[in-house]
């Protein structure tokens, strides 16, 4: 296979962008990714989005987002897997430059959700679940969350302080992140004041929703072999496993099957071992799910994701390093593009350019992207050049 | 580039399909396919679906039609360019094989569209187009073909009735193919007589919607080499354009711009003419998208394609017959399946499996399908091996 590179980034910040049309924030992102990459023109563009055709009554996202960046005629469509659409894009990109069809595409992932009542935008979220089993129930995705969660502290016997480290050191992050929804500490106190919102999950272990668009070039590595510029960044391992829609369906409800699956194949692929990744961008959609992603990953043994947060170890300081620009919880999750968020932030980590959020000597970074409760998990390791 | 060959089709009639979910049309196409290529499993699935999130409160499909099939895990998505959505799928396992990243795939188009209202239905397609140009004015599909077709009739002097013998073809050809809505042939003076839809549109210029799902196998083509069973067809085309979405953007809006682009490119690739398709499936959603898709594509100069069809050349004794198994005039239209339909056509073609609709020694098929009003547009060229 061909090996593939990453050249040029591009995001606008997470936030209520009342302003700017969905095609405008991803215009804005695929233009500061081309010039970040010196380009002005690729063969292809994919975007990631989930929700445009329920909330901007706006489908084939594809054509319109490539005629408004001023490439008109270019091979073009949106993927989707709920939240993981934005990492399909790249996804996609990666495919369509490794098999030879291209020789440059863009990916952008883009999700416009503060326009709409909170109800429609609660609506369309469900979708991500399973319709018949879930969504029929009338159970939103804080509310399928909270359920995992609360079976989850029954089981291994957490208390819901415990989950405090995640939130907290993702605030924390958030802070030296310029394009984070928010951008301010949490404390301890905070954290366990928080509105109740589905018990036993606040408002502290929630992501925030938002508007916003990420975007990356990709070209083959040879292509950009010694290049003068920006570091180059290599995609060393990409992988996509599904599991169940239905939580109620899968063998063990706390077991994040897919996530480990994709971030197996991800290792194999890049001949590495978890320890060797440097720092890794979880998709803390809630707290839950930092806890479960980082077990199924191999960083934490079953059921103890919590104790690896109290002990520290995901703090910047710390053995794996998680949320390093805010994650979903501090930056915002805009669906659609909290992948390609991971993927940019993940770049500039690696290129030294993450600024007061730098990880000291970072080469190898880690993103995981998820959609739904787990039903589709997309995980990318890059590679400093 | 890995060469790409199709060794599975698999389809469900379209019809109004009340007793079954979207997810059991896809599987019944997907198991089809299994059976015909003689596997039991794939490495990824690909789907192409518009409006499951708006009509189905069901996104996500990749991973449910994934695990439905009894292959929980694998790599799934969604793809999506409205109408176009369904060749988007085989582009996708196309492109996924050719990369070397998975060594099958399935393809699956799917769209249920009549358990909803027809307004809810309507509006949902409605998105396919410009919702800030033309959405926002209430324009429906029909509405701006209408306008499309108006301008056309004025500016080349062709009459209504001249665009009669594109419907008359379809359905004389849907009669013979089983999983055809429609299967009664009709006559000029039911086309003249038809129902008024937004004039000059009548219902005999219009593809009815429906519920129903197609599926493709795809694997590297040195893999099945001298194969036992069915046929192999050699993916020897695949091209993607796009154009404006929005109609009065465009400098010759009676032009298909990504149409002839898209077609142009698979000739290139296939290393044919124009002249050596054996038969076209084109994308016939109105009767004046038959009449551009054919000017574009270069079987018949700027303005005459009503001539072509006039002159019988699109029978399935003319020069290039299209919609041979009924198109989507009569076959029907499940927008996001329709690529995939075109496509388990043309392999039936090209294996001489097509039955009563078979044309004579076809070797070379293409197929074109078109997302919104031309915006995005798939051409594949199938060749038999």
Known sequence: MQEVAIIGIGQVPVAEHWDKRLVELAGDAVFAALADAELSQVDALYVGNMMAGQLDKQSHLGALVSDWVGMRGIEA???????????????????????????????????????????????????????????????????L????????????????????PFSINAHANGVNNPNAR????????????ATMIADPI???????????????????????KGRKGKQVIKIAGSAVAT?????????????????????????????????????????DAFTIMSALSLEACGFAERGQGPRLALEGEIFTQGKIPVTTM??????????????????????????????PAQIDGAKIGMAQNIGGSGATVITHILKAD
Not at 182 to 193: D, H, S, V
Request: hydrophobic share 45%; glycine share 10%; charged share 20%.
């Open 182 to 193: 928010f951008q301010a500490p949490i404390t301890a106190e905070i954290y366990k004041r």
């Open 243 to 283: 599991d169940s829609l239905a939580v109620h369906d899968r063998q063990d409800p706390l077991w994040l099957t897919a996530a480990e699956k994709s971030a197996k194949e991800a290792y194999l692929q890049a001949g590495i071992k978890p320890e060797e990744i440097d720092f890794f961008e979880v998709h």
């Open 202 to 224: 606040n408002l502290m272990d929630a992501s925030p929703i938002g508007d916003g668009a990420a975007a990356a070039v990709v070209v083959p590595a040879d292509l950009v």
């Open 326 to 355: 805010g994650g979903l919880k501090a930056r915002g999750h805009p669906v659609g593009a909290t992948g390609m968020y991971q993927i940019v932030e993940t770049v500039l980590q690696l290129r030294g350019e993450a600024g």
């Open 77 to 143: 469509m949106t993927v989707e897997a709920a939240c993981g659409s934005g990492a399909l894009a790249l996804r996609t990109a990666l495919m369509a430059v490794a098999s030879g069809i291209v020789t440059s595409a863009l990916a952008v992932g883009v999700e416009k959700m503060t326009d709409t009542s909170p109800g429609e935008t609660t609506a369309a979220l469900a979708t991500a679940a399973s319709a018949d089993w879930e969504g029929i129930h009338g159970v939103t995705f804080v509310g």
């Open 145 to 164: 969350n909270a359920l995992i969660m609360r079976r989850y502290m029954y089981e291994y016997g957490w208390q819901h302080e415990d989950f405090a």
